[in-house]
């Protein structure tokens, strides 16, 4: 069974910063790609960053330059560094995990920029 621990969300003023972490254990499964995704009140979720095992990112084209995903493949765990945070991220964001056709999801953590 795949189990996802999420931690660092909370809540941040606009201009902060904050850093999430996601480890997934439980499974001998080879994630090939993590990453991160968010919800919004009211909205779909959509994508934030994206990384495979081998480091190739790719982000949502709004995002680049604020955000940074980055993995340790020997943990299976994933970061995202969040800067220059405003209030339009607020939002729980959830981990992903793939292997193969296999999709998993994180429980999410709210993140709220408010001041």
């Known amino acids: 069974q795949v189990q996802f621990v999420e931690s660092g969300g909370g809540l941040v003023q606009p201009g902060g910063s904050l850093r999430l972490s996601c480890a997934v254990s439980?499974?001998?499964?080879?994630?090939?790609?993590m990453g991160w995704y968010r919800q919004a009140p009211g909205k779909q979720r959509e994508l934030v960053a994206l990384?495979?095992?081998?480091?190739?990112?790719n982000y949502a084209d709004s995002l680049k330059g604020r955000f940074t995903i980055s993995r340790v493949n020997a943990n299976n765990t994933v970061y995202l560094q969040m800067s220059s945070l405003k209030p339009e991220d607020t939002a729980v964001y959830y981990c992903?995990?793939?292997?193969?056709?296999?999709?998993?999801w994180g429980q999410g953590t709210q993140v709220t920029v408010s001041s």
């Open positions: 992903y995990a793939q292997s193969g056709l296999l999709e998993y």
């Open positions: 439980g499974s001998m499964l080879n994630f090939y790609r």
């Open positions: 990384i495979t095992s081998r480091g190739v990112t």
